[in-house]
């Protein structure tokens, strides 16, 4: 990922995960989450606070990923599975 804004050539963030091509993108309104959906048939939540350049939550669906939205409450919740 770039900062398109700034005269900077190198990445600010590598998102390593990645093998396919993302398709679509959005960014949480306090610019804390971003999340993506892509041609792997993964929607992923990537807390933008941290330096990790894994996935904050991985969701994977039957198909590729064409639009991705952000609940109106704007909430990014985490949860265990025991």
Known sequence: ????????????????????????????????FMYSGGEDCSVRVWDMRTAKTKAHRLTTVGAAVNC??????QVCHSSNSN
């Open 1 to 32: 990922m770039y900062d398109l804004m700034s005269n900077n050539p190198n990445p600010v963030m590598k998102l390593d995960q990645l093998q396919k091509n993302i398709v679509t993108l959005g960014f949480s309104d306090d610019k804390h």
């Open 68 to 73: 991705v939205t952000l609940h109106p409450n």
